[in-house]
């Protein structure tokens, strides 16, 4: 069965540094796609990147990019100069194996707060 | 910019009662999830529609929940009798065709049952 592991539930950061936020996964299928959301405390999920599993360079969207480390099942997401606004959860999430697709599945989050 | 949008926003109301949440998903797409998530854990899928059709609903206690999505268009999820154990967010999102499109959220349903 597939599973999203992060094991930091909470993480700070400077404002205007870097910081990685982890996620390691488990999955037989060879064809997978890894998604990071963004969740403030209002409540709505807000989606970041993706990552498919054969894809041959790292994503990239704006200040946020994707260690993707296919070995080692890790897809970590890189947040570059932080910002207040930055502060929230993330969630790491897989879609599923053939024939689910359409399915994802969240890992349990890490809360990040930035410091001024 | 198109939305998913979900009412209400807020509910409380006491075990026992029923209630029911509604979801529109954006226009065009197609598959539409009904999550549940509860404080400080990751959503955790209730049900997946494709078009008017249930995809899954493995994990839809279905001794009280019920989901419908009649005209492949919104969604409305019911819980009757509402327990204490069911205060939590509900999330409703909605997906393009594409297997590489990324989910869409609505605002959510902060439910508290008293």
């Known amino acids: 069965a597939q599973k999203i592991t992060q094991t930091q539930p909470g993480m700070f950061v400077q404002e205007k540094e870097a910081v990685t936020l982890d996620c390691t996964y488990d999955?037989?299928?060879?064809?997978?796609?890894l998604f990071w959301y963004k969740q403030p405390s209002s409540g709505e999920m807000i989606f970041l990147i993706y990552q498919g599993s054969y894809d041959q360079q790292n994503a990239t969207e704006g200040r946020y990019s994707l260690n993707f480390q296919k070995a080692r099942k890790s897809a970590n997401l890189v947040i570059s100069a932080s910002q207040l606004g930055d502060s929230a959860m993330y969630f790491c999430?897989?879609?599923?194996?053939?024939?689910?697709?359409?399915?994802?599945?969240f890992g349990p989050g890490t809360s990040l707060s930035v410091i001024p | 910019e198109a939305e998913v949008a979900q009412s209400p926003r807020y509910k409380i109301t006491e075990k026992s009662q029923a209630v029911a949440f509604w979801c529109d998903p954006i226009s065009g797409h197609a598959t539409l999830y009904w999550y549940r998530q509860i404080l400080g854990q990751g959503p955790e899928l209730l049900v997946q529609f494709q078009d008017e059709s249930v995809v899954d609903d493995s994990q839809l206690p279905k001794d009280r929940f019920s989901a419908e999505r009649l005209k492949g268009v919104d969604s409305t999820l019911k819980i009757q009798p509402a327990e204490l154990g069911d205060s939590a967010m509900y999330l409703c999102a909605s997906k393009g065709g594409r297997t590489t499109d990324e989910q869409f959220f609505g605002p959510g349903t902060r439910l508290t049952v008293l």
């Open positions: 999955t037989s299928d060879p064809s997978y796609g």
């Open positions: 999430a897989m879609r599923g194996p053939k024939p689910s697709y359409d399915k994802v599945i």
